[in-house]
């Protein structure tokens, strides 16, 4: 990945740390223009417009066709991908693809025993399952 790449990156986790989320969203938008397939940004991003307490920063559509361009280029087989496109799609009422997309995530997890991983995955789940999106 590029030098600007990941300082765009770097400032939107320092921007996030410090509870400026529409500032992070804008650097994370600004480092997609530099490489708009950057699996990582993808899904930080999309993670972050689904999912942020603050309703000023959502944004479904763009959460959604985010994450969904994140899983065609990872083809679902990482568990990060696979949330972030459960919580675009719970962010947007579509519950059904939600759990369908988390459980996926989840299968992933408990195979390769990351139970922390698999925790937060369950209460996703959960949450998706009562027609509730993540607030993180």
């Known amino acids: 990945s590029s030098p600007k790449l990941q300082l765009f990156a770097s400032s939107a986790d320092l921007e996030y740390s410090a509870g400026h ?39 479904g559509p763009e959460a959604l066709a985010l994450a969904q361009h994140a ?36 299968a992933i997890a408990e195979k390769a025993n990351a139970t922390p991983v698999a925790d937060a995955l369950r209460s996703h789940l959960t949450l998706f399952q009562n027609n509730q999106p993540v607030r993180e």
């Open 71 to 106: 899983y065609q280029l990872d083809q679902g087989k990482h568990v990060d991908i696979l949330d972030s496109l459960a919580c675009a799609e719970a962010n947007v009422n579509v519950f059904a693809d939600a759990v369908k997309y988390e459980q996926q995530a989840l």
């Open 21 to 59: 989320v529409p500032a992070a969203a804008s650097l994370l938008r600004q480092a997609l223009l530099v490489d708009p397939n950057s699996l990582p940004v993808l899904r930080r991003l999309s993670f972050l417009l689904s999912s942020s307490k603050d309703a000023t920063v959502r944004n």
